[in-house]
């Protein structure tokens, strides 16, 4: 049986903790009591502090939980879309040249120039023999199947390349988007770059570590047309260390040093406790009784927090996560993959 409308919106508001449930008085203040024993009171807000970590780590899923929701719209979206210009633009084709679909697949992508040579079936299984898990006579099948799987998805975006040019096709349905600050973070390159990187990120990550270089490139090559912004996203249920390495990151940061500390900390072969972080902040040169105390007041958990908040309400759930002008792109991406995003984003803002 499904719910009217107005019943299905008061459920959501009451998901999203917008709304009370009935059972709690609109008008209850924190310091109203939950409990009361002998006299004394037990008050919401000493539930709720009592609780915090758990509510925060709950309230951070659902931010998560609803960025992932809409990506997924938008792919669906995307994917639907996709379909429906590939079938009507074959059926255009297919007009114009007076000939079936079945003919003009047949046609654009003959099944023989889709099977990959002996060369590339040898040359990808000796480029991945040490992960291949099976025997050698059972894996080649598999490759060749893998091979051809992408030749056809490639001649597939070429011809659909083709047809959208030829066509005269205009896609509307634009990238889906999050609002990601980037003003008052550390980065490198102008504030009028038409680009933005921003990458939330771990300092006791090693994926981060590798992906880190390969954004400083992407930045290098586009110069002034790409700003590369870090922000926080320490994760202490797998990296204890990382939420120290965050806070010195922006200590160093507070004396113009960020990037240096930046790269220090990712090289930490030597791991990242409190007299690893110290070294560094004294190989640095900089104010260390000014760093130290920095560190010690836990001046920048407030904004490690912000960070880590409004990057799940963006859709991080870990790290590396890369957002170009607000397109999310979980996970590590080569360089030729970020720079071709890069590419598409300059096109676009012409």
Not at 164 to 183: D, G, M, T, Y
Not at 227 to 246: G, I, K, T, W, Y
Request: hydrophobic fraction near 40%; charge should be negative; glycine fraction near 8%.
């Amino acid at each position: 049986m499904s719910l009217p409308m107005a019943a299905r919106a008061g459920l959501l508001l009451l998901c999203l903790g917008i709304v009370r449930p009935p059972s709690q008085a609109a008008d209850r203040k924190d310091g109203a009591p939950l409990a009361t024993f002998e006299g004394a009171v037990i008050t919401e807000a000493e539930v709720r502090g009592g609780a915090l970590a758990e509510l925060e780590a709950l309230e951070l899923r659902i931010l998560r939980d609803s960025a992932a929701q809409a990506r997924r719209r938008h792919e669906i979206m995307e994917a639907s879309l996709d379909r429906l210009l590939w079938e009507k633009l074959l059926e255009a084709e297919a007009r114009k040249q007076g000939i079936s679909v079945a003919a003009l697949l047949e046609k654009e992508l003959p099944a023989e120039a889709m099977d990959p040579t002996a060369e590339e079936i040898e040359a990808f299984y000796g480029e991945n023999e040490e992960r291949i898990t099976v025997s050698r006579e059972e894996a080649l099948p598999l490759v060749t199947g893998h091979l051809r799987q992408q030749r056809q998805a490639r001649a597939r975006e070429r011809l659909m390349k083709r047809l959208e040019s030829e066509h005269k096709a205009i896609r509307v349905l634009r990238p889906l988007r999050f609002e990601v600050q980037s003003s008052g973070h550390p980065s490198l390159g102008p504030d009028s770059a038409p680009v933005v990187l921003v990458v939330f990120s771990d300092f006791e990550c090693p994926y981060c570590r590798h992906y880190g270089g390969t954004l400083r490139k992407v930045a290098a090559r586009y110069d002034r047309q790409v700003r590369l912004v870090f922000r926080q996203f320490p994760l202490p249920s797998l990296h204890p260390d990382a939420e120290r390495a965050a806070e010195a990151s922006l200590c160093a940061h507070d004396q113009g040093r960020f990037w240096e500390m930046h790269d220090l900390l990712f090289a930490g072969t030597e791991g990242l406790g409190e007299n690893q972080i110290e070294a560094m902040a004294a190989s640095l040169k900089l104010d260390v009784a000014a760093f130290g105390a920095c560190l010690r007041s836990g001046r920048h958990r407030d904004r490690i927090r912000r960070d880590i908040r409004e990057g799940s309400a963006a859709g991080t759930d870990g790290t590396p996560t890369l957002f170009v002008n607000g397109r999310y792109f979980g996970g590590i991406r080569s360089f030729e993959e970020v720079a071709a995003i890069v590419e598409e984003e300059l096109a676009a803002g012409k």
